[in-house]
């Protein structure tokens, strides 16, 4: 870590924060997106069998 804090690895440093700041939303939205998901399942389901 304290390799990439250095000025000539700048450009790894960032990278390197912008993939853990993506994997902790990930994580966050990993529920939404599931339960989203299964609400357009539900949807179709619906849909074709006319019960909605």
Known sequence: M??????ENKTQFIYYKELQI??????????AMIESNSEKVLD???KVFNIG
């Open 2 to 7: 304290k390799q990439l804090q250095k000025a």
């Open 22 to 31: 993506s994997s902790e939303q990930y994580q966050m939205n990993r529920v």
């Open 44 to 46: 179709i389901v619906h």
